[in-house]
């Protein structure tokens, strides 16, 4: 005879393993957020400064 399961519990295992899935398919979708997205171009645009005003004149 084979193992006794709870099929509630297989049925919401399942369903879980889904919802993973689609987190992950989501966030390679949509990215990163607004703030990480704000903090990555504040920090372009501090280096584009900085390298800018290291340039030496020909």
Do not use: F, I, P, Q
Not at 4 to 29: D, G, I
């Amino acid at each position: 005879m084979g193992e006794v399961v709870n099929l509630n519990k297989a049925r919401k295992a399942r369903a879980k393993t889904e919802a993973k899935a689609t987190a992950a398919e989501n966030r390679a979708a949509h990215g990163r957020s607004s703030a990480d997205r704000n903090l990555a171009e504040t920090e372009r645009a501090r280096a584009d400064r900085l390298l800018d005003g290291s340039k030496l004149e020909d």
